[in-house]
Every structure is written in structure tokens, then in C-alpha cells.
């Protein structure tokens, strides 16, 4: 392996992701309530994973034989991000709970949980941006070392989600106050359908 490729790709990977999104959003709201964190870190670092070696493999022979998918996948995710926006904006609305700490707590359906974090990451295209299409053209510089480059993307991706879902729990003090949690859904929402109307604008 060689370890200038490998770290290149960490911190490619790193800082395309690092950035707020839905998909991270989503990790840090479970992190924080604490419910199904492992499922859920696991779904976004092994879809990343998927997705980055997809890229670093295929995007050039994908680009030509699909032109339809990226404005299909455009609309999808839209359509996905508005609705997940509303869920959260009625949460900060309506909602007066605050972070539950009781071990006995009601939790969310984990299927449902794992089908939403699905849905976020792979109807998602700034996801394929940044793992086929972005990191996918990057490895190209590294003919002969792509295996490095792709080894050090994808350990960036579980060192990130990893970081931020069990990270997440030392902010649960500020997330008992009932305030607190709805101003973090009426944050989700508004970043959910700014993302869903770059989207829909071709951004």
C-alpha cells in the first residue's frame, strides 16, 4: 500500500463529507437521542463504502450508459428531502419532549429508521457526487494505486460516521431542554428542503 495514496484519500473523503447534510443530520439526531446508532452509522459508512468503490471503479463506463439517472435521481431525492423537512418542522412545531435519557424510553422502529437512513443516502445525488463521481475522478491520478486511494476514502467515511453518531452523546445535556430539540428539527427542516430546492434548481 502506498501510504501518501492511502492518506490522500482519507482526507479527500474527510473533507467532502464533513460537510452538514441531510445524511448527517440524520446521524446526528440518532446520536443524540441514542437509538439505534450502530445500525445507523453502519448504514451510512458501508453505503459510502459501496459508493466509493462504485466511483473509483465504474463512474466513467456509468456516466455514459445512464444519462438518465441523474435527473431521475434528482427528483427523487427532492420529493424525499421535502417530506423528511415537513416531519421535522411539525416535530419543532408541535413537539414539547425533550432529549429521554431513561434507559426505558420508547424507541423509533429500527426498520424504519434504517429504510429513512437508506433513503437519505442513497436518493441523495450529492452523495454520488462526492463518492462516484468526485473521488471517482480524483483516483484517476493514481493509476496503479487506486487500491490505497479507495482503502483511505473509505476508512475516512467510518472514522467520520463513527465519530459523529457515538460523539453526538456528549451533547445530550443541551438537548434535554425541550427548546433545544425543537430548534435542532426547525434546523433540519430548513437545511432539508434548501438541499431538496438546490436540487430541483440543478445545484
Known amino acids: 500500500m502506498e501510504f501518501s495514496v492511502f492518506l490522500t484519500g482519507m482526507m479527500m473523503s474527510l473533507g467532502l463529507i464533513v460537510a452538514i447534510g441531510a445524511q448527517n443530520a440524520f446521524v ?15 448504514a451510512c459508512a458501508v453505503s459510502d463504502a459501496a459508493l466509493i468503490t462504485l466511483g473509483i471503479t ?19 431525492g427532492a420529493a424525499f428531502l421535502f417530506w423528511y423537512g415537513a416531519k421535522s418542522l411539525r416535530a419543532a412545531l408541535r413537539s414539547n419532549d425533550a432529549l429521554a435519557t431513561d434507559p426505558g424510553q420508547t424507541m423509533d422502529d429500527l426498520t424504519g429508521t434504517l429504510l429513512a437512513c437508506l433513503a437519505i443516502t442513497w436518493l441523495n445525488p450529492h452523495v454520488y457526487l462526492d463518492t462516484v463521481v468526485l473521488l471517482g475522478t480524483i483516483s484517476g491520478q493514481f493509476t496503479g494505486a487506486r487500491g490505497s486511494f479507495a482503502i483511505g476514502a473509505i476508512l475516512g467515511s467510518f472514522l467520520f460516521f463513527f465519530a459523529l453518531g457515538f460523539g453526538a452523546t456528549r451533547l445530550r445535556p443541551i ?15 430548513v437545511m432539508m428542503w434548501s438541499i431538496a430546492a438546490r436540487l430541483l434548481m440543478g445545484g
Do not use: C, D, N, T
Open 58 to 76: 465504474s463512474f466513467g463506463r456509468i456516466a455514459g450508459w445512464l444519462p438518465w439517472l441523474e435527473p431521475a435521481m434528482r427528483l427523487l
Open 28 to 42: 446526528l439526531r440518532q446520536g443524540l437521542k441514542g437509538q439505534h446508532v450502530l445500525p445507523v452509522v453502519l
Open 175 to 189: 438537548f434535554a431542554r425541550p427548546a433545544a430539540w425543537r430548534i435542532l428539527e426547525a434546523v433540519i427542516a
